[in-house]
């Protein structure tokens, strides 16, 4: 099987006054593009690391359109909860969020625990802690939103090098930083982070951001 690994997507009706694009269009467009990826990839899943949406006050009109685009998507999806996707961290918010009520429709489900072929992925959301790894000896991906060994931004959540280690997880595919880095390869783990599908602000790299994934074989346990 192949998986189709998404960042942050900041799904917003509003456009910020720093673009000068129509950001929901925009961001809209991206999300209904995935199709086309997983087609020409051969995928069975996508799998979404928090942050689908970005404010959760988000106007009905706009969420019937983000559930058409989610819904033009033919292959399964899957995502974890961001901390843009719930209200002052608070989990007893989360059932008013425009996340949940897609979790609702079933067209995305929340990812907790799903096996595809023999690995299994475990998904932590913002709200959880990342706990140690229940199938050491299976190949098993801990999806996270969260930083990795960052040390600049000390008020959020943090995988460090050797945290990593002793969660014994195979590989870590991690959302919520916004920028694309190169994976972190050792004989431990591996460490994916694609980056944001989108952000609101003005710098070009956001303006014209182009769509970064990750995919993983099942089969040859590589990321692409």
């Not at 959301?125 to 931004?153: G, L, M």
Request: contains cysteine; hydrophobic residues 35%; charged residues 20%.
């Amino acid at each position: 099987m192949r998986l189709l690994f998404i960042g942050d997507v900041h799904l917003d009706s509003r456009t910020p006054s720093s673009r000068k694009d129509d950001y929901s269009k925009t961001i809209l467009n991206k999300v209904r593009s995935l199709n086309d990826i997983a087609i020409n990839h051969h995928v069975d899943a996508i799998i979404y690391l928090g942050d689908v949406f970005n404010k959760t006050n988000v106007y009905l009109p706009f969420f019937t359109e983000c559930l058409k685009a989610f819904k033009s998507i033919t292959v399964p999806q899957y995502s974890i909860v961001g901390n843009h996707d719930i209200s002052y961290e608070r989990a007893e918010e989360f059932y008013k969020s425009p996340l949940y009520l897609l979790f609702q429709t079933g067209v995305v489900k929340h990812l907790s625990k799903e096996q595809f072929d023999d690995v299994m992925v475990y998904g932590f959301d913002y709200i959880q802690e990342v706990t140690p790894n229940p199938t050491p000896n299976q190949y098993s991906i801990c999806v996270a939103h969260c930083f990795f060994n960052n040390k600049f931004y000390k008020d959020t959540k943090n995988i460090d090098m050797v945290d990593a280690i002793d969660l014994h997880y195979n590989a870590f595919v991690l959302g919520h930083d916004h920028m694309p880095y190169e994976p972190v390869v050792n004989q431990a783990y591996t460490v994916i982070r694609e980056g944001s599908l989108s952000r609101g602000t003005s710098h070009t790299c956001n303006l014209k951001r182009k769509i970064n994934v990750s995919l993983f074989d099942t089969q040859t346990k590589q990321f692409q």
